[in-house]
């Protein structure tokens, strides 16, 4: 008795130029995680990571504080007599929260420039950060950089590209007996300024408007905003009363 093997063929009905039709699954929907707790599901989670084979240690951090202190002294000795850093402008930092503390900012308005008697492409190879996108918002940011910048051209100290041909501006007098300056930052340092406010007795305090402010201003609101509807009406009464004459 022989027995029928039966194999499946190597050609798919997938492969095959028929008519036949191929229905495919539809696939598992994603759960993205912030769906996770709406679904009441428990995320799949993996904490066998040896993670004490990746921990990352700063035992070097002695060395690196003497490296960064020598690559500091060699880069002011290779730049000397220049300073090592640029003059920043004074800035207030960002959000209500601390604008009233002042900082160092990028760089110079052209604004501030311009009043310092100072040209945008001189600015930067004197020293001098310049920031094309800031904009001055009020005088006092404008005064206070302005001289910050002439209380720098007054130190400035410029040397000759070649000794035996000084052009303008340059300074003629012996640098060697001159004081030379490492940091800018440190020569002219931004200082803090006050608060801005100032606390006050409670007999100062001004006294209440009468009725409350609020009630004040709506009132005020609604006589500005009905003031021509009022004014026809009057008109109107009187043209009414001046037909019936």
């Given at each position: 008795?022989?027995a029928?093997?039966?194999f499946?063929?190597?050609?798919?009905?997938?492969?095959?130029?028929s008519s036949?039709t191929?229905?495919?699954?539809?696939?598992?929907p994603?759960?993205?995680?912030?769906?996770y707790?709406?679904?009441?599901?428990?995320p799949?989670?993996d904490?066998?990571k040896?993670?004490?084979?990746?921990v990352?240690?700063h035992?070097?951090?002695?060395?690196?504080?003497?490296?960064?202190?020598?690559?500091r002294?060699?880069?002011?000795?290779a730049?000397a007599?220049?300073p090592?850093?640029?003059l920043?402008?004074?800035?207030?930092?960002?959000?209500?929260?601390?604008?009233r503390?002042v900082r160092?900012?990028?760089?110079?308005?052209?604004?501030?420039l311009k009043?310092?008697?100072?040209s945008?492409?001189?600015?930067?190879?004197?020293g001098?950060?310049?920031d094309?996108?800031?904009q001055n918002?009020?005088e006092?940011?404008?005064?206070?950089?302005?001289?910050r910048?002439k209380?720098?051209k007054?130190?400035?100290?410029?040397?000759?590209?070649?000794?035996?041909?000084?052009?303008k501006?340059?300074?003629?007098?012996?640098?060697?007996?001159?004081?030379?300056?490492?940091?800018?930052?440190a020569?002219?340092p931004?200082?803090?300024v006050?608060?801005?406010?100032?606390?006050?007795k409670k007999s100062e305090i001004?006294?209440?408007?009468e009725?409350g402010?609020?009630?004040?201003l709506?009132?005020?609101?609604?006589n500005?905003?009905?003031?021509?509807?009022?004014?026809?009406?009057?008109?109107?009464k009187?043209?009414?009363?001046?037909a019936?004459?």
């Open positions: 008795m022989s029928d093997l039966f499946p063929s190597r050609r798919s009905s997938t492969t095959r130029r036949a191929v229905s495919i699954l539809p696939s598992k994603r759960i993205d995680d912030a769906n707790r709406e679904l009441r599901l428990t799949p989670t904490f066998r040896d993670w004490q084979r990746r990352r240690t035992f070097d951090q002695p060395g690196r504080k003497t490296r960064r202190r020598t690559a002294q060699a880069k002011a000795a730049l007599p220049r090592v850093d640029k920043r402008p004074i800035v207030r930092c960002p959000t209500v929260k601390y604008n503390r160092a900012g990028r760089g110079f308005t052209l604004t501030e009043e310092a008697g100072i945008k492409s001189l600015a930067p190879t004197i001098i950060s310049v094309f996108r800031r918002l009020s006092e940011s404008l005064a206070a950089n302005v001289a910048l209380a720098y007054e130190r400035l100290i410029l040397l000759p590209r070649k000794s035996n041909a000084p052009k501006g340059d300074t003629k007098t012996d640098v060697a007996s001159l004081d030379k300056v490492a940091s800018i930052a020569a002219l931004i200082a803090s006050s608060a801005g406010f100032s606390e006050i001004p006294a209440a408007v009725g402010a609020y009630t004040k709506r009132i005020a609101r609604s500005a905003r009905y003031q021509g509807a009022r004014e026809k009406r009057a008109r109107d009187a043209e009414a009363e001046t019936k004459k």
